[in-house]
């Protein structure tokens, strides 16, 4: 199992900027496919980027343009630049690791859009 923390969340006005960290344990960062996810108040939990251990990138369509996911295999750590934030941007965001049958999630970290 692997341990992930979150960091970086947090107040921000529509139109600003955050970025988010994902910290991992473990010595295998490496080979993990890292993803973030987001769930709103009442919604359910979605995909907002991954990244696989070899760098190619996907992005959910409300994020692209945005958003940058992109990881630090010296760091074992993974980022999440938000740009042009929104107030439906809005939700607890969570960061994932997964390889071969391993599927870890962090504790989650909060970013809230509003003026």
């Known amino acids: 199992q692997v341990q992930l923390v979150e960091s970086g969340g947090g107040l921000v006005q529509p139109g600003g900027s955050l970025r988010l960290s994902c910290a991992a344990s473990g010595s295998i960062f490496s080979i993990y496919a890292m993803g973030w996810y987001r769930q709103a108040p009442g919604k359910q939990r979605e995909l907002v980027a991954a990244i696989t251990s070899g760098g190619r990138t996907n992005y959910a369509d409300s994020v692209k343009g945005r958003f940058t996911i992109s990881r630090d295999n010296a760091k074992k750590t993974v980022y999440l630049q938000m740009n042009s934030l929104k107030a439906e941007d809005t939700a607890v965001y969570y960061c994932?690791?997964?390889?071969?049958?391993?599927?870890?999630w962090g504790q989650g970290t909060q970013v809230t859009v509003s003026s």
């Open positions: 994932n690791a997964e390889v071969g049958s391993l599927n870890s």
